[in-house]
């Protein structure tokens, strides 16, 4: 039985140097629809072909390639945190939220791979 019960939803989290031209390199090229742009959070999101399944672009001066994450949709961030962390779970740093947009918390897998739980808080 897994630690936490995860919702049918995905995030595929990357760094970009400008989300704008990014988001329209996407709709562009592989028909993804742009969902929002939150330029106060620097973060625009893209409705993929795959049901469940977003791209999430995060703007940064100097992005690295292959720096991807996987965002995991969860009901209840604070719940399913503190089930990982007793399991020894590591987590990078305290739960992060934009009030009435999400609340996120990154972690870690046992090779140090980045992933991170996502709480949608915006009510849709």
Not at 5 to 17: P, R
Not at 23 to 45: C, I, N, Q, R, V
Not at 61 to 87: C, H, M, S, Y
Not at 104 to 113: L, R
């Amino acid at each position: 039985m897994p630690v936490v019960t995860l919702d049918n939803t995905i995030t595929i989290a990357m760094s970009v140097k400008d989300r704008h031209a990014s988001a329209k390199w996407y709709e562009d090229t592989l028909g993804f629809e742009p969902l929002y742009h939150m330029d106060e959070a620097g973060w625009s999101e893209m409705k993929t072909m795959t049901e469940g399944v977003t791209l999430g672009l995060g703007e940064q001066t100097d992005p690295k390639p292959g720096n991807a994450v996987p965002v995991f949709g969860i009901a209840d961030i604070a719940a399913g945190r503190q089930k990982l962390e007793a399991a020894g779970v590591k987590f990078d740093g305290p739960t992060e939220t934009i009030e009435g947009m999400v609340s996120t918390a990154t972690f870690y897998d046992p090779d140090g791979n980045a992933m991170m739980l996502a709480q949608d808080l915006s009510g849709g």
